[in-house]
Structure formats: C-alpha cells, structure tokens
C-alpha cells in the first residue's frame, strides 16, 4: 500500500565522527543483483544527487565504483555541486585484499576506477580474508586465510537488531552505520522478512507511512546511520522522508519483540569452510548469532 508522501526534506542531518568529518546520516547505496549499465547507472546516481543524497556507499566487488566516480565529474560539470567535499563517499577493500601488502594498490585501484582523489571511508568489506582468485560463494579447502581484525559497517534490521553490538559500541564512541535496513528484500543475498514484517506493515498503516520508511525510522532512531538501496525515483525520496516524526514507546516495544535472526547472506555460512582459520558462524560472531 502507498502511503501519501510529505515533500522531499531538505537536508538529510549528519553526524560528527571521532575523526572530525561529518556524515550524512542516510548512504545511498550502490550494490544490487545486477548493476545497470554505466550510462544508465550514471543517470540513477545523478538522481539520487538531485533528490538530495550525499553519502555514497560503493565497494570494488559492487561493480558501481566507476560509475559512481563518473556521476561525481558530472555532477561538478553540471553544477549539481560545487565541490567534492559536499559528498562522503564510501569504498570497501574487497576479502582477497585485506593483508598489509594489497591495502595500499587495491585502494589506488579504486581510487583510479572511480578518478578521485580520496574517499571519505574505506572499509574492509568482510572482516575475513581469502586467497586471492578464489570463489566467495563456493570457497573450497585451503580458500580461507588468517585474519585478525574488527570493522564497523554492519547488517542492522527491524529483523537483527544488533542488541549487543549497538551498545557496545556506543559505550566505546564507535559509530555503527546499518547495511541492508530493508532487509536487502528483492537481492540475492536478502529476503523481504523486513517488507513483509506484520509488527511494522501496522504501525506503517496507522502512522500513514511506508514499511520501509518505519523501518528506516527505528534504525535512525537507534542512533545509527543507515545505507539505503534503491534505484527507484520514487523510493529513493521516500527513503529520506524519515525525519520530523517518531514512533511511539508502544511502537518501538511492539519492534523489541520480532524474533531476531541475521539475514541469510550476513550470517556468513558461506565463508566457513573445512580446515579454515574461523570453524563455524558462531566463532565469526564471537556467538552473537
Ligand atoms: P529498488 O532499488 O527497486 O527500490 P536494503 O536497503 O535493505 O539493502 O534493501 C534494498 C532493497 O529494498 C532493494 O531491492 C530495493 O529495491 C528495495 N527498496 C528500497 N527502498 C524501498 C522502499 N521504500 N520500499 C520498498 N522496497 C524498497
């Protein structure tokens, strides 16, 4: 059901970083099943500019970093913004990198994919690492390598709230940024247990919101950012229009009681494997599973 939409908000809020650089509170998010051509992912991305995103949410294994490098050059040549500090922008070092040698040339790399001169965040994509040419959906024996650190962009849902990790974090002035909010419905690596929720589809139809857009609004709520997908016009204002109201103490009870389970890809099954460094999802998720 479509809820009647506000106007488009001006200005998404930002939040301060230990670093000093702030951050638009909403990503968009540049990672889908197939990434459209690049003239036409160009256009989506200069839309999304338009609409009013800032924040950009890319990574080597997405496939969108040189169109989203290409939407910025347009952008400035077009006036859309004046400069490249009005955006943040995101990249991720992909699993087969994340030893001390590759860092460096795999960031030079998308730096040079995308033709900037630096990003606002690089990630590291999984905190895992693989040997180099190996397949992540089908690694095989000898495929996983030893790895020993902690990264912070991660799944967050009506569905996985992140219980532990949300205040833990808080205590240690770590800022959490939630991927897939929606549940990544409508992906390969997703479901729509978020879009088909019960709790939210009637706190949607009572406030006179969509489910995505409460969705969204409990994650905001939490204190945590947020990388939203969509490549719809539409959906893509929608997903902004998430600020000047809440939910009620009774509506955030009603979202502490969904069952809890991490989305089917974020559980990380695929990447456990025989004889490997890490034996079992509970071990990569020091057993918040
Ligand atoms: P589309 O690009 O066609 O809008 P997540 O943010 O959890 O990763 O979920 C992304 C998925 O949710 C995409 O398939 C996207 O599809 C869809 N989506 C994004 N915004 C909305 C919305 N407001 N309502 C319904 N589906 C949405």
Known sequence: MAAKQETVEPKIPEI??????????????????????????????????EIG??????ASLY????????????????????????????SKLWITHTHPDLVLPALKQTLKTMGLE????????????????????????????????IVNQVEMNVNWQQRKLVPFCKAKGIHVCAWS?????????????????????????????????VALRW???KGVTLIVKSFNEERMKQNLQIFYWEL????KDQILCIP??????????????????????????????
């Open 118 to 149: 630096y990003l606002d965040l690089y990630l590291i994509h999984w905190p895992l690492r693989i040997k180099e040419g190996a397949d992540p959906v089908k690694l095989e024996e000898g495929d996983a390598l030893p790895f020993d650190m």
């Open 63 to 90: 496939g969108s970093e040189e169109a989203l490098g290409k939407a910025v050059a347009k952008a400035l040549e077009i006036g859309l913004i004046k400069n490249r500090d009005e955006l943040f922008i995101t």
């Open 181 to 213: 909010p929606l549940g990544a419905s409508g992906t390969i690596w997703g479901s729509n247990a978020v879009l088909e929720n019960q709790v939210l589809k009637d706190i949607a139809a009572s406030r006179n919101k969509t489910i995505a857009q």
């Open 260 to 289: 809890q389970h991490r989305g089917p890809v974020g559980r990380g099954d695929l990447f456990i494997v025989k004889n490997g460094p890490i034996k079992s999802v509970e071990e990569l998720w020091d057993g918040d599973i």
């Open 219 to 221: 994650i905001y709520e």
């Open 53 to 58: 995103y800032r924040h950009f949410d890319t």
């Open 248 to 251: 009620s103490k009774e509506e």
């Open 16 to 49: 301060l970083l230990n670093s000093g650089h702030k951050m638009p509170v909403i990503g968009f998010g540049c990672a889908a099943n197939s990434i459209p051509p690049l003239d036409e992912m160009i256009s989506i991305l200069l839309k999304a500019m």
